[in-house]
């Protein structure tokens, strides 16, 4: 899910307090341990944030769309802390960045900048909160269901891989894998390598919204 946090007046006056950024395609734009030096706000494209456990497993946790700021930036910002997790860029994307100093002076000097900056970062916390009720208590089956559904909504075929789905549904490989055969098996979906025919969308339809056992 991607959101607008940032007011169009607040953006044209800050437009003149940063420095515009070009990042290309699949660009890291931070990782663990990294401390954050810029507060960057993206005005086009978009940024995927996510996290690896000790164990090697990804989860997506939140994108940032245009006109949005980042919550984990924030954090280590106000805070100066690391970073926790990487953020990537999906497809070019533009970003207006502030350095330290400007953004804490602009924090403390400026009230419409500090309400935007704290809107932005309560709205990401409790989209957090829903990623985290939604891992915990969700059926994986019914989620991938959805996704499917999600993903498919305008085009016959995903052209996705077992990893990928995997990392955004924070599971793993070997799961995703196993639901998908399950899920061929009954006629729901055909797979190719890479590929995945969506076959029957009003079963898949019913099993995303049957209740959890």
């Keep these: 899910m991607t959101h607008q946090s940032w007011s169009t007046s607040i953006l044209d006056r800050l437009e003149a ?9 699949g660009a890291q734009l931070f990782a663990p341990g990294a401390y954050g030096q810029v507060f960057l706000i993206v005005r086009s494209g978009i940024v995927r944030v ?18 949005d700021s980042c919550v984990m930036t924030t954090s280590c910002m106000l805070s100066d802390i690391p970073y926790s997790g990487f953020g990537y860029a999906e497809g070019a994307v533009t970003a207006l960045a502030i350095g330290r100093d400007r953004f804490n002076a602009l924090l403390a000097m400026d009230s419409a900048f500090r309400a935007a900056v704290f809107m932005a970062f309560s709205q990401r916390i409790v989209e957090l909160s829903e990623v985290i009720d939604d891992l915990l208590l969700n059926r994986m089956d019914q989620k991938l269901a959805q996704w499917l559904l999600d993903q498919g909504k305008d085009v016959p075929d995903i052209h996705t ?53």
């Design 50 to 67: 996510e996290q690896t456990s000790p164990s090697g497993r990804t989860v997506v946790l939140y994108r940032v769309g245009p006109n």
């Design 17 to 25: 307090e940063g420095t515009r950024m070009t990042i290309p395609d």
């Design 161 to 213: 891989t077992h990893q990928r789905i995997a990392t955004e549904l924070g599971s793993a490989r070997e799961v995703m894998s196993r639901i998908l055969k399950d899920f061929e098996h009954r006629g729901w979906v055909a797979l190719e390598r890479g590929v995945i025919h969506l076959q029957n969308r009003s079963a898949l339809q019913l099993h995303a919204k049957s209740a959890s056992v």
